[in-house]
Nanobody, 124 residues
Framework: QVQLVESGGGLVQAGDSLRLSCAASGRTLSNYAMGWFRQAPGKEREIVSA????????YYATSVKGRFTISRDNAKNTVYLQMNSLKPEDTAVYYCAAARKSGLGYVPDEFDYWGQGTQVTVSS
């Protein structure tokens, strides 16, 4: 079992930055691909970014490309999402997820473990 805990969300203004962290316990994250998803009210959960087990491959949704950066520190069992130039449309609950695979994951069904989520609210 892997337990994931997100932190770093909050209320910010458009143009501001936030860094989300996802700390894992129970198993080492080095064997897992990781992803950040988000879900806004009334919308489906969508992939924001993903990273493979080593950190050598990453994926970004078109809506966040160039503004968000995913990274991982396997020694600290932690994954990060640096979010810059935030927009009101980035407002959502952000979830960290782990997949028992080495390559990238893109859809929720590929992920085996989920955190409880952290709220990000961007005001205009």
């Amino acid at each position: 079992q892997v337990q994931l805990v997100e932190s770093g969300g909050g209320l910010v203004q458009a143009g501001d930055s936030l860094r989300l962290s996802c700390a894992a316990s129970g198993r080492t994250l080095s064997n897992y691909a990781m992803g950040w998803f988000r879900q806004a009210p009334g919308k489906e959960r969508e992939i924001v970014s993903a990273i493979n087990w080593s950190g050598g491959s990453t994926y970004y949704a078109t809506s966040v490309k160039g503004r968000f950066t995913i990274s991982r520190d396997n020694a600290k069992n932690t994954v990060y999402l640096q979010m810059n130039s935030l927009k009101p449309e980035d407002t959502a609950v952000y979830y960290c997820a782990a997949a028992r695979k080495s390559g990238l994951g893109y859809v929720p069904d590929e992920f085996d473990y989920w955190g409880q989520g952290t709220q990000v609210t961007v005001s205009s």
